[in-house]
């Protein structure tokens, strides 16, 4: 469990304050969070083995809300030193430096493979999609999913931050 949240709420725990891990929780999930960190912290003090069951009642508990807020199911906490992908140590540098342009650059790239990818299987099966029902059905499987593909890959891209609901950033036709 090495999250920015765990991480964020062992923190809390171990300076016994609260609001190091409150930035990570949505406002309306801040009184459950208080709540659970009153509850654990004098179990912490018990030993070893009810200092374990505490902190990780309270990790859970704080991952649970935090996922909440961003309208995603808490699918239990995760185990340290999971493969995040490329992404994330990209966007974590970006946090740090104050530039996204290596994650943009990256995203892009895989944005233009992907698009390539998909488009090419548009543009081989529109050449034999005169020939039956089934090939035609086929191409229309494969163009129709490359538009809805674009489409959501725009919709994400426009998206409200999670838990952000003061703010739209719905795209426009050009």
């Known amino acids: 469990m090495d999250g920015p949240v765990v991480t964020a709420a062992r923190t809390a725990l171990e300076r016994g304050d609260v609001d190091l891990v409150l930035p990570f929780v949505p406002v309306d999930g801040e009184d459950e969070v208080r709540n659970m960190f009153d509850a654990v912290l004098p179990v912490r003090a018990l030993g070893e083995e009810p200092r374990g069951v505490a902190d990780r009642l309270f990790f859970e508990t704080v991952v649970r809300v935090h996922r909440t ?8 906490l995760k185990p340290a030193g999971l493969d995040v992908g490329p992404v994330i140590p990209l966007a974590e540098r970006a946090v740090t430096t104050g530039s996204s342009t290596e994650v943009a650059d990256y995203l892009c790239g895989v ?37 809805v593909f674009s489409h959501r890959v725009l919709t994400a891209l426009t998206a409200s931050p999670p838990g952000d609901t003061e703010h739209s950033h719905a795209h426009r036709a050009a």
């Open 69 to 76: 807020g961003e309208g995603a199911p808490f699918t239990g």
């Open 111 to 147: 944005l233009r493979d992907q698009l390539t990818h998909r488009l090419g299987e548009v543009k081989a099966l529109a050449v034999s999609k005169d020939v039956s029902v089934t090939h035609a059905r086929a191409w229309v499987e494969a163009m129709l999913g490359f538009q």
